[in-house]
């Protein structure tokens, strides 16, 4: 049901039932009212990917916009802008041998303390194609059986950067993070809880024999694959999509070669998963 926010003048838009929402009535290149920064939060946690069509971001706007929502994290993988080392580039075209987020995964799960959010802006886009799909986690979750759960309760997941990012950096000095977090997690704000695995960084299920991991993270991907936990978002020059990070994941689309998409992100730093 579509829901209007008269103290912020805002109106949310739910796009499926379990995940996504478009809010409309505002201009994000503006400073956010205390009424506004509630009401986005409000729809954050309850949609957990929300959109925004037709915005304009200066890359100050953009910083801007993720410190309203708490400190911005330094992408441990790849570099940031020169000018700017909080904004990476999402970028891809007819020279691309791969693309960002190209498989389900979870912003950063790598990291000691992974990125509460990301918020990605797209200035151009191809004609057709280059959609993201977002899946709710706690969707996932709710759906396992019982014992299922009982199951996952207590295991841990070693999250490792450097099969992602050694293929694509120069530098052979340079130290990837890797680390174990929780399968299924309580969110900090909602107290529900989520999975927490994801095929692109996800290695190993800590206290089960390789085999028997291997068999668990893959009925737990394709579980989480399952359309009726997603939204799928078709974007135009001027979206943003501002999701978070402790209960979805996230896949892009890259349907579009030898197109151009292009845009930027801002990652809102988070706290280790409990
Ligand atoms: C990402 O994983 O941040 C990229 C998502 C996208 O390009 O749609």
């Not at 190993?204 to 579980?223: G, M, N, R, T």
Request: charged letters at 20%; hydrophobic letters at 35%; proline letters at 7%.
């Amino acid at each position: 049901m579509m829901l209007t926010r008269p103290d912020a003048s805002i109106t949310v838009h739910p796009l499926t039932r379990r995940i996504g929402a478009e809010i409309h009535g505002i201009d994000l290149s503006q400073p956010l009212t205390a009424a506004r920064l509630e009401a986005l939060h409000d729809a954050l946690m309850r949609h957990q990917v929300i959109f925004f069509r037709d915005q304009t971001l200066s890359h100050d706007d953009h910083k801007r916009l993720g410190l309203a929502f708490g400190r911005l994290a330094i992408h441990s993988g790849v570099a940031g802008l020169p000018d700017h080392p909080e904004i990476v580039a999402i970028h891809a075209d007819a020279n691309s041998k791969f693309v960002a987020g190209e498989t389900w995964h979870t912003d950063l799960s790598c990291d000691a303390e992974p990125p509460m959010g990301s918020i990605l802006s797209l200035h151009r886009v191809p004609e057709n194609g280059g959609d993201t799909m977002f899946a709710s986690m706690y969707a996932a979750y709710d759906a396992l059986s019982p014992r299922m759960k009982t199951y996952l309760e207590g295991l841990t997941a070693t999250h490792d950067a450097e099969h992602v990012y050694r293929p694509i950096t120069n530098d052979p000095t340079k130290r990837f993070p890797c680390n174990s977090h929780p399968v299924v997690r309580t969110h900090p704000i909602t107290r529900r809880r989520c999975l927490y695995v994801n095929s692109s960084y996800v290695t190993k299920i800590d206290q089960l024999p390789k085999p028997e991991s291997d068999a668990i993270l893959h009925f737990l991907y394709v579980h989480c694959m399952n359309p009726n936990f997603q939204v799928r978002f078709r974007w135009e020059a001027g979206s943003i999509a501002f999701w978070d990070n402790r209960c979805t994941q996230h896949q892009a689309i890259w349907d579009y070669f030898p197109d151009v998409r292009s845009g930027y992100r801002v990652t809102v730093a988070g706290d280790r998963p409990v």
